[in-house]
Each structure stands twice: as C-alpha cells, then as structure tokens.
C-alpha cells in the first residue's frame, strides 16, 4: 500500500530523487565509488557542490544580482546565531509570528538590542501581525515566510528599507516572489529541498562585513564564501540529494510550476476543512499556509475512529506539533495531489460515519 507522508520534516522528497539518491550510495558518477565514501575535495563532489549553488539562485531567479549561495551546517537553528554575528552591529528589528521566529530572537537577544517590530503571540500565533513600521536606523529586519507549527505564512512582505532577512525554511522554492528584495534568506533543507543534514543561505555579498566584532571562522559568511562552501567538509549527501531535487524542479518548470500545484493542494485540503463540519482551522484565513494546514476535531472524542482510519489509508504523519496538538498536513513540493485527495477522503468519510 503506498504510504502518504505528510511529515513536517524531515519530509518527502521525489521518487526519482530517492531513486538516484540510493544508486549513488552504491556507485556515484560510474566510479564504483559511494557518494558516502569520496573525498568532498574531488572533482565530482566539487562539482556537485558548483551545480548546487548554480541551482539555488537561477530557481530564485538571482544570477549576476550580487548574491552567493552557501551549502553549510547546523540546520536554521544555527543561522539564528550566524545572522546576528554577521549583520548585528546595534540594533535590529524582528517580526514573531512563531516558534521558530522566538528562537531566532532570543539568539539574537545575546548579542544586541532585538525590537520586535509586531507579534502574534498572545493569540499563540494563528495570524501574521500587519500594519508594523521597520525603523530606517537598524541593522535589519528578520522574519520567517511561514510557520510550521501554526501553520501562517507571510503573503506579502513589506518594502523593507533595510536589510531584510527570512527564514524560509519550510516554504522555499514553493511559490515565486521577488527575492531580491531580501538580501539574506536561510532555509533547512529537509522540508522542501533534501534531506536534513545542510542548510540553504543567499547572502547579497553587500552586506557583510559591517560589524565590528570579531567573527569565528565557522560562523563567518565571508570566510565560506571564499572558500565556495567548503572551509570544511560539507554534508556530502545531504548537498549531493539537494542538488537532485533542485534538478527536479527545474526539469517540472521550476518555481512558477509547482506553486500552481501547490495552490491545488492547498485549496482542496482548505476546502474540506471548511465544509465539514467536525473540523476546524487553527489559523486566520487569510494567513493560511499552503505548505502546512493545521486543523482539530470538533468532538475529540472521534480521535481514536480518525487515527485508525487514517492508519488504514497509509496516512502518516498527520499529527500536529506536540506543543499544540491537533493535525497538521505538510504540502511540501513533492507532496502529490493525490495525496491530498487520499486524506480528504478520510476526512469525508469520517463526517459519513458520525
């Protein structure tokens, strides 16, 4: 039976990526080597790493705008810190729209001043705060294009007088919009890109190199630009099944593709929330996110019924975030329609049976 995975992350990626993924294990480039086992300073790996990055900004539509693309480690949690300790001189100003966006503030509190410009906290974030101004005198402004546990996303960002960064860890590459208007976007790759292991970051080159601290070599933007992400060895098959997938959605027609695809899927699985009556949203409507729905039972006493029905249809990971419970279906790229039309149907079928 084919399983539906509609796990938060780590997340489903494309059959033919798993495909060529596990024939690289066993023998990468026909050299009878594995992808696990070559040097990261090879050739081939070399130019895995090239093609990555070349990926990453032609899919962003970025190429010769002054912007470098990065492969490093430590997931996004780790460019919380990394953020500050490049861009942070004085001040600098956040949006908290969730989980993630907190952290990022409280990474950034050690350093410096941290405003958080507007918050939905108090309404444990199931909207994206508006009509907030950005000071013109900070260093820069964060903020994270969709909430995963919540299940927002940001629909339009502002027009930014400063640097402005996003974390896009769980909706990069899944709809178009003008990224040059941020000048640094870091993202996880293991919800829309690969498996977990590496992170995306584009940096505009521009900005770096204004503060006055000293800045650990690890830690330093500038230092794995110059050494084309690779001061030290990169997670080799993290990059090379990133690459695959960026590959793929180039081959289906890129970012204006999917995000057609992904508006389906969004719109059905909505759809079905509204008109059944034993479930519920968590978010404000026009805060949606395409890439996570969350949602309730109305009765929980239909919980056991539901689980075990969706257990039967091959459905997994559908279980909210532990710290707000409930469902949640993550709509990632690789997330077939079908599969959605698969947990409607249980959904529908629960509201026949009640």
């Known amino acids: 039976m084919k399983i539906h995975n509609f796990s938060a992350g780590p997340s489903i990626l494309p059959p033919q990526v798993l495909l060529q993924a596990s024939e690289a294990v066993l023998n990468f480039n026909n050299d009878n080597l594995s992808i696990l086992e070559i040097s990261h300073r090879s050739k081939p790996f070399v130019d895995v790493m090239e093609k990555a990055r070349a990926l990453a900004l ?6 010769g705008k002054g912007y470098k693309a990065l492969f490093l480690q430590g997931g996004a949690s780790t460019q919380f810190l990394m953020v500050a300790l490049n861009l942070l001189e004085k001040r600098a100003g956040y949006l908290n729209t969730g989980s993630w966006s907190d952290k990022a ?21 199931n909207y994206i705060p508006k009509g907030y101004d950005i000071p013109t005198d900070y260093d820069y402004f964060h903020c994270t294009s969709n909430n995963t546990i919540f299940g927002t996303q940001i629909k339009e960002f502002p027009d930014c007088p400063i640097p402005m960064v996003c974390d896009m860890s769980s909706d990069i590459f899944s709809r178009q919009l003008d990224f040059s208007k941020f000048d640094l976007i870091y993202a996880g790759a293991q919800k829309n890109m690969g498996p977990a292991g590496t992170t995306l970051v584009v940096v505009k080159e521009d900005i770096l190199g204004k503060v006055s601290r000293k800045i650990p070599s690890m830690m330093d ?31 289906l027609g890129g970012i204006k593709a999917i995000e057609k695809e992904n508006e389906k899927k969004a719109r059905l699985m909505y759809s079905e929330i509204d008109l ?11 805060d949606r996110s395409y890439m996570n729905a969350t949602f309730n039972l109305v009765d929980d006493t239909l919980k056991e019924t539901f689980d075990t029905m969706l257990k039967e249809a091959g459905i997994s990971g559908i279980n909210g975030h532990r ?3 409930g469902y949640r279906a993550s709509m990632y790229n690789a997330l077939s329609l ?16 009640a």
Not at 106 to 123: H, P, R, T
């Open 58 to 63: 032609e899919l962003l539509g970025l190429e």
């Open 105 to 125: 503030i409280k990474e950034a509190k050690i350093f410096d001043d941290i405003y958080e410009v507007g918050s939905s906290k108090s309404a444990n974030y």
């Open 221 to 251: 933007y500038k230092v794995h630009i110059s050494k084309s992400s690779m001061f030290n060895t990169p997670p080799v098959f993290a990059v090379y099944t990133s690459m695959l997938t960026l590959e793929w959605l180039k081959d």
């Open 276 to 286: 059944n009556p034993l479930f519920k949203g968590f978010s404000v409507k026009e």
């Open 323 to 325: 710290s707000v419970g």
């Open 338 to 353: 079908d599969s959605v039309k698969a947990l409607v149907e249980v959904m529908s079928e629960l509201e026949s049976k």
